[in-house]
């Protein structure tokens, strides 16, 4: 349909071209839209017969008439169909010349052109007419003019090139393309039958076209060549092209596009679909908008794809796609860069574009981030940067939300295909995922952030290192971030690790997550339906778990929280002997070196001594460097206790098993506090006992067992506060007073009491029990044999000594005044039997009784027998007292005799009596009547 001279299809293509680069909001007057009923062509003007005489032969001849000065064409006319019938015949344009000359032949030079374009309209009153749409002025124009039967210039010759100069064409308020203005120095205009061309003469030959509307849009260029087809073309095959053959340069509102080499258009006039396409130093600016600043793309080829709308309110032309190629295509902005190879911008509902897509068609993609969160991006597959507000706008208009309503939460989203990186040297963030990324992100400098990675999975910042391989979650805002590394469930095929800035680190399948705050502090919630979750550091590990809680600051420890069916700890020390490994259903930690652990009960072991504590509540504390003290207490309930356990290293007959039951309890390392130094300086001062050397320190309700082999009883004690180096069986009992009880292999039983009760090693390593006199109580040592009928002699005796009482497995040594007295079987005194002295042996062969000695002042008793001297020897076996004098006699009594001699010796149950001179026996045997 030809409506307008060709010049008015020139200023058309040269709109629609503009429109399908940069217009991405619709043209509604753009074009011509599909629908519309054509006006209706007149008859072809019947051809102009030149002027012809005939001479007086009767013969014909052409007459040139030679046509100058002003000169006015009205063109061909439409006839128009309106509304109630009624017809209007519209111009289609009116040429008009200020002056005009032949050429040759039927070329026309004319000067001053005038061209008025007049569409069909209504005048003020309403009346329809036609009204001025459109003006061209040229300086010069060359046509080709046809003549009428005169031989007048009648009209231009449309198979012939226009040639224009010095050409301004301006469009009206009315005209179906507005306020439009085209000026460029010269045009060549051909029509046919089938199209009309339009062509600058030289590659060259600049133009500009502006559309003065909301906004304003330019479009400059050297060398035009377009082609618009005639209504007489199928419209199924009918094509619009044009070429700017070099430098176009299109602009509108924010974006515009530019390019070096050449621009071409190829619009389907059936389907409205048009191509465009730039070649060589292609450059688009404002792709993403105002919003993120002045945006630059850059590539060696464009192609983009128009589609033109319809009628009514809709209608205009809205581009589809635009894909910008080359070797190293870049968008950058004063903050952003990427490079890719391959770069397509798809619109949104509202026709703005809202995604771009950078592919490096086989070579990573790349996207920087500067200003002053600079960030680094790279994919191996396509990244996806997608404008969501853009998206979302025009929706929300259509419910009166106001436009960018989304922008402060979510402006941007980028999507990275492929394996995926993203750095931040400046806070020293990382993040890696194999099977691609998401990011969502707000314009506002105080909005919220979202990214997600899938596949396998790193996370790095100055403080943490994370990883995974089921993807991650993270969630930034200005003073916090929040990561949650796999599903939002304890999944068992999420394998994680988490390494701190503190040599702290974390794994496990399940559930991770950890919110960082922006002032150092994190916190941590791990859950593993494997109860496999595992903590290490330098100085612990801590396996075993089902859900762990912890809080760090700067990478370092402030507080964990251990939960599972057992969980298992191992606490390292300096030396790898020392350490000590804990079970228990729930571990916390107030640093990350100082542990507690509470279960039913809690259970400790330490590799050094073989040891094994039970408690309800088992703390370990690190007291120095490489050092650990463990502190073991139960409740003030006396059956509630504690329990620490001691496999003997030996065995054989001496193999025994060590158990302590308090209600508090520490084991305490090598450097041991304050307050136990002095307690050992004040007690365990004994040569050979060291206080540097690892302890136990058990308190309130003592009780310690010693149990053989085969479970049978060998020794219990109890007290108030018990102080022992395990490794070497040295300790301090102390109570009100404590007891000691040990079974004898000959069936008696060995009971010691006294405040102060201190074990060590002899130098030869046998064991020894020392019981310590305290002001107002002495300490007391009881030997007992009540499971017979009868007593023996000595099975049930008391002695209380006023010194130390050294007991020796074969041998008790009384350093003190001792008085012995012997208990009948209700534990009373029998006044049958007794023995003082200053001091006293006890033998044993270490299965009975066998000798008792009495050094100084030596008295003894037994029923009607006494005996004194500065020495007696008991023989237990063979019921024998052996007294000796040193200087002096000694004495033996019983009844009606008086003995005195230098060394006597008496059978208390026989009443055989022996003398002896030096070391001779003297006297003869008396026997008792």
Known sequence: MRKILTFLALVSVSAVVLHLTIGFENFTDAVVREGDQPLTRPEEDKKSTPLMQTDRKGREQEVNISVSGKLTLPMRVERVVLEGGYELLIPLYTLHAEDSEPVEDDLFRLEGVRVVFQEAGVDENGVPTAVDVGELVASTAFVQL?????????????????????????????????????????????????????????????????????????????GLDATIPSDRVDPATRQMQINVLSEPVLQRADLSLKASGELAYRESMASGVAKISLAEDVEIRGLAGSDLGDMVAKGDQLDAVLVRRGSGQSSGAVWQSIRLGGE????????????????????????????????????????????????????????????????????????????????????????????????????????????????????????????MGLGKVAVTNTDLQMSGNAGFTLWQQPLEQKLRLGPAIASANHAFSLDSADGLSFSGHGLCQVLQAADGHAAMTLESPLEDLVLEQESARLEGVRRLEAELFEGKPTSLFATGTECHLERKTSDPAESIEGFASSISSSDGRNFALLG????????????????????????????????????????????????????????????????????????????????????????????????????????????????????????????????ERAGLLTGAPAIIQRNQ?????????????????????????????????????????????????????????????????????????????????????????????????????????????????????????????????????????????????????????????????????????????????????????
């Open 328 to 451: 190293n295509v870049a968008l950058s902005s004063q903050d952003l860069a990427l490079r890719c190879r391959q770069m397509d911008v798809s619109p949104g509902v509202g026709g703005d574009p809202y995604l771009i897509t950078a592919d490096g068609l086989g070579s990573p993609v790349t996207l920087e981030q500067g200003g002053a969160n600079s960030l680094a991006f790279s994919a191996s597959g396509r990244i996806h940067l997608c404008r969501v507000h853009q998206y979302f706008d025009p929706i929300y208009r259509g419910f009166g939300i106001p436009a960018g309503s989304t922008s402060s939460w979510a402006s941007q989203l980028i999507i990275f295909e492929g394996d995926s990186v993203v750095e931040d040297e400046g806070s020293g963030l990382f993040i890696s995922a194999s099977d691609g990324m998401q990011l969502l992100r707000s314009d506002v400098s105080t909005g919220p952030s979202l990214a």
């Open 745 to 929: 292999e000959d069936g008696k039983q060995v009971t010691a009491r006294a405040r102060k009760v201190r074990f060590e090693s002899a130098l030869d390593g046998d064991p020894v029990m020392v019981l310590r006199p305290t002001p107002g109580y002495p300490p007391v040592l009881e030997v007992s044999g009540l499971s017979g009928d009868e007593f023996g002699d000595f099975e049930n005796i008391r002695v209380t000594c006023q010194g130390d009482i050294y007991a020796h497995p074969d041998k008790v040594d009384f350093l003190g005044a001792v008085e012995v007295e012997q208990l009948d079987a209700e534990g009373n005194v029998d006044p049958s039997m007794s023995l003082t002295a200053d001091r006293m042996e006890m033998l044993s062969d270490g299965r009975q009784l066998r000798e008792i000695v009495a050094y100084g002042d030596a008295e003894f008793s037994f029923n009607q027998v006494q005996a004194s001297g500065d020495r007696l020897i008991i023989d237990v076996v063979e019921t024998s007292c052996l007294a000796i004098g040193d200087g002096r006699n000694v004495h033996i009594v019983y009844p009606g005799s008086l003995f005195r001699a230098r060394m006597l010796e008496i059978n208390y149950r026989s009443m055989d009596l022996k003398s002896w001179l030096g070391n001779h026996e003297i006297g003869p045997v008396i026997r008792s009547r």
């Open 146 to 222: 046809g003549r009428d039967a005169n031989g007048a210039p009648s009209a231009i010759k449309e198979d012939k090139d226009i040639d224009l100069r010095d050409v301004e064409f301006t469009t009206q308020p009315g005209a179906r393309i507005k306020n439009m203005h085209l000026t460029v120095d010269r045009i060549l205009v051909r029509s046919s039958e089938e199209s009309t061309r339009l062509r600058t003469p030289t590659a060259d030959q600049r133009f500009e076209l502006t559309i003065r509307d909301k906004d304003e849009i330019v479009m400059t260029g050297r």
């Open 600 to 727: 039913s009960p809690a259970r400790l072991n330490r590799e050094l001594d073989g040891s094994k504590l039970e408690a309800p509540t088992i703390d370990i504390y690190q007291i120095a460097e490489g050092e650990v003290m463990v502190l073991a207490e139960g409740p003030e309930d006396s059956q509630a206790k504690v329990y620490l356990i001691q496999e003997a290293a030996e065995s054989g007959a001496n193999a025994s098993r060590i158990q302590l039951e308090a209600n508090s309890i520490r084991l305490l390392p090598r450097l041991v506090p304050t307050d136990v130094r002095r307690l050992a300086s004040l007690h365990l001062g004994a040569p050979g006992m060291s206080v540097d050397q690892p302890h136990v320190l058990a308190s309130n309700k003592v009780s310690v067992t010693q149990e053989a082999e085969d479970g049978s009883l060998l020794a219990r004690a109890y007290g108030d506060a018990f102080l022992m180096r395990i490794s």
